[in-house]
């Protein structure tokens, strides 16, 4: 399964971003798609997670403003994002989980400017 991050880009705080993944194989509706960001310096943490079913849960930094949803019938899942701040600037990547199976997207870099 492969995995193809896109929507990264250069925006002023307060702006939006719409990310998206598309993915290869044929297990992306049975999977938890997730987003996950890394910071200069920092380590790579959680930002969302839809379920195959298309519950949804986020870390406390994004919640209201950013939104995790998929479309199974492209294979693809989107992560927009509104209110942007400064400390939103990372690299972002897309993960796809499936049992004991992991994969993960080259990341797509996103940077908020003050």
């Known amino acids: 399964v492969q995995l193809q991050a896109s929507g990264g880009g250069l925006v002023q705080a307060g702006g939006s971003l719409r990310l998206s993944c598309a993915t290869s194989g044929s297990i992306f509706s049975l999977s938890i798609m997730g987003w996950y960001r890394q910071a200069p310096g920092k380590q790579r943490e959680w930002v969302a997670h839809?379920?195959?079913?298309?519950?949804?849960d986020y870390v406390d930094s994004v919640k209201g403003r950013f939104t995790i949803s998929r479309d199974n019938a492209k294979n693809t899942v989107f992560l927009q994002m509104n209110s942007l701040k400064p400390e939103d600037t990372a690299v972002y990547y897309c993960?796809?989980?499936?049992?004991?199976?992991?994969?993960w997207g080259q990341g797509t870099l996103v940077t908020v400017s003050s």
């Open positions: 839809i379920t195959s079913g298309g519950s949804a």
């Open positions: 993960n796809l989980r499936r049992a004991n199976f992991v994969s």
